[in-house]
Nanobody
């Protein structure tokens, strides 16, 4: 399984970007469930959860810091994950990585934690200038 995130860049505060994450190899059609998520890591900080979506039903989860500004979505036919980021702030500056898990969790906290994901892609840099 390979994940590749792209779409990052430099944007002014208040601007928008859309990230994409392409999946290749074993796809979700093989699994009954699973989820994909976005995480980010700013310099000198721990990696943190941003958003996630269950693949079969499409239930979405967001970090409080991005709720109302970011929107996660997926295109099951293309095995691609998206993150639409609006009203960007300088504090959103980070390397954004996508991740996936084939598991279906009853405890939804696993969908919001990096420990819940087995496969990770290389990140894409998002820089928001003030």
């Amino acid at each position: 399984v390979q994940l590749q995130a792209y779409g990052g860049g430099l944007v002014q505060a208040g601007g928008s970007l859309e990230l994409s994450c392409a999946t290749s190899g074993r796809t979700f059609s093989t699994f009954n469930g699973g989820a994909m998520g976005w995480f980010r890591q700013a310099p000198g900080k721990q990696r943190e959860f941003v958003a996630s979506i269950t693949w079969r039903i499409g239930t979405k989860y967001y970090a409080d810091s991005v709720a109302g500004r970011f929107a996660i979505s997926r295109d099951a036919a293309k095995n691609t994950l998206y993150l639409q980021m609006n009203s960007l702030k300088p504090e959103d500056t980070a390397v954004y990585s996508c991740a996936r898990t084939p598991n279906r969790y009853t405890d939804v906290s696993f969908y919001k934690s990096e420990v819940g994901y087995e496969y990770w892609g290389q990140g894409t840099q998002v820089t928001v200038s003030s």
